[in-house]
């Protein structure tokens, strides 16, 4: 079971972290020097309809994984050993990444124009940023610190 949850995982990790590369490394320099936010507001609009439904499950793989790994949820925020650190850790991940995509949605989107994209760009970098270190932090399950 825990194989199967594990290539969900992977499979979803691919679609967010694939999506947020090509959105922050190719498409953002883009916009940026041309100014013309039709291809950002396209490939927002696309990739929104595979990326939400990926990090949906990501969250369900994860937790599903974390729990078979730490059945004592409890135990997730002890901070006390490698799995609850690493349980944590990507716990407050998910915390900051909602968090930018909130403000985001909320807060830059509606005042999104071509004179003012350094803070959606600051925004798509931080989700970026995050999206790696999803992976480097679900490796070191395996590795250990
Ligand atoms: C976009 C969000 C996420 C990404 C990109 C991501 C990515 C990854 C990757 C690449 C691995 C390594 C798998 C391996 O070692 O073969 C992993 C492992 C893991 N992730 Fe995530 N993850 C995400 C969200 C979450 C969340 C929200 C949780 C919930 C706590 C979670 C829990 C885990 C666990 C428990 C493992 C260890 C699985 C194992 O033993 O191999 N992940 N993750």
């Known amino acids: 079971m825990f194989n199967y949850l594990l290539i969900l995982h992977l499979l979803g990790a691919a679609i967010w972290v694939g999506g947020h590369l090509i959105l922050a490394l190719v498409i953002l320099p883009k916009v940026l020097s041309s100014r013309n936010l039709d ?3 396209q490939f927002e609009g696309q990739f929104e309809k595979i990326g939400m439904p990926a990090l949906g499950l990501q969250i369900v793989t994860g ?4 729990h078979n790994l730490l ?3 409890s135990a997730w925020f002890a901070f006390d050993n490698d799995i609850s650190i690493l349980i944590g850790m990507k716990l407050s991940l998910l915390l900051l990444t909602a968090l930018v995509a909130m403000h985001a949605r909320f807060w830059i989107i509606p005042r999104l124009s ?3 994209l350094n803070g959606f760009a600051i925004n798509i970098s931080l989700v970026t940023l995050f999206s ?3 992976v480097v932090v679900g490796t070191l399950f395996r590795t250990g610190f």
């Not at 937790?63 to 974390?66: G, N």
């Open 71 to 73: 059945p004592n949820t």
């Open 114 to 116: 071509a004179d003012n």
């Open 132 to 134: 790696v270190a999803f």
């Open 63 to 66: 937790l599903w994984m974390a």
């Open 39 to 41: 291809a950002l507001l």
